[in-house]
T-cell receptor, first 115, second 118 residues
Framework: ELKVEQNPLFLSMQEGKNYTIYCNYSTTSDRLYWYRQDPGKSLESLFVLLSNGAVKQEGRLMASLDTKARLSTLHITAAVHDLSATYFCAVDLLNSGGSNYKLTFGKGTLLTVNP | EAGVAQSPRYKIIEKRQSVAFWCNPISGHATLYWYQQILGQGPKLLIQFQNNGVVDDSQLPKDRFSAERLKGVDSTLKIQPAKLEDSAVYLC????????????????FGEGSRLTVL
């Protein structure tokens, strides 16, 4: 069974600082996603990473994927209050029959950016 | 482009009662998912449809949960009878056909239906 672990689960940081959220997973996969969820809202797709070494950037967020290490990182540069949200990584795994992908989510990282 | 529509947004019921949630996916999306998100946790897949066929329902508690997507478009998720532990947000998501060449696997989520069981 695929396990997806994020750390930290809670992150409080000051505006202007940098930090990295880590996502480790237990079974080989080259499809990983990052989603953002604001309180009481649904999940919004941030990044789609589909190959080893993939790097995507959007504003102050940058995501990368190392399939050999089974690790993805979400790096926050010069945080601002608007980035406060819960961030989920999710890993797609093809079943043994090759007929279906199944997405497994981590528990999420609650990010709070303080002025 | 309209997003994934869900209703109702909120529902409060007593245990042992029944409830139904409705989802209309993005037009043209063949694959539809129902996820359960308990407070403080990541979403957990309950059931996945491709068109009107079930692809994966391995984590659906079939003694009380049922779902259908009769015409391959909108879907309903029913819980009967509800238990206290069913209190959660039920998220519907959709994506293009599973193995379509342009499908990146990215899911598009609705706003969710928040269920409280008393």
């Amino acid at each position: 069974e695929l396990k997806v672990e994020q750390n930290p689960l809670f992150l409080s940081m000051q505006e202007g600082k940098n930090y990295t959220i880590y996502c480790n997973y237990s079974t080989t996969s080259d499809r990983l996603y990052w989603y953002r969820q604001d309180p009481g809202k649904s999940l919004e797709s941030l990044f789609v990473l589909l190959s080893n070494g993939a790097v995507k950037q959007e504003g102050r967020l940058m995501a990368s994927l190392d399939t050999k290490a089974r690790l993805s990182t979400l790096h926050i540069t010069a945080a601002v209050h608007d980035l406060s949200a819960t961030y989920f990584c999710a890993v797609d795994l093809l079943n043994s029959g090759g007929s279906n992908y199944k997405l497994t989510f981590g528990k999420g990282t609650l990010l709070t950016v303080n002025p | 482009e309209a997003g994934v529509a869900q209703s109702p947004r909120y529902k409060i019921i007593e245990k042992r009662q029944s409830v139904a949630f409705w989802c209309n996916p993005i037009s043209g999306h063949a694959t539809l998912y129902w996820y359960q998100q308990i407070l403080g946790q990541g979403p957990k897949l309950l059931i996945q449809f491709q068109n009107n066929g079930v692809v994966d329902d391995s984590q659906l508690p079939k003694d009380r949960f049922s779902a259908e997507r009769l015409k391959g478009v909108d879907s309903t998720l029913k819980i009967q009878p509800a238990k206290l532990e069913d209190s959660a947000v039920y998220l519907c998501a959709s994506s293009p056909h599973l193995f379509l060449g342009t499908n990146t696997g990215e899911l598009f989520f609705g706003e969710g239906s928040r269920l409280t069981v008393l």
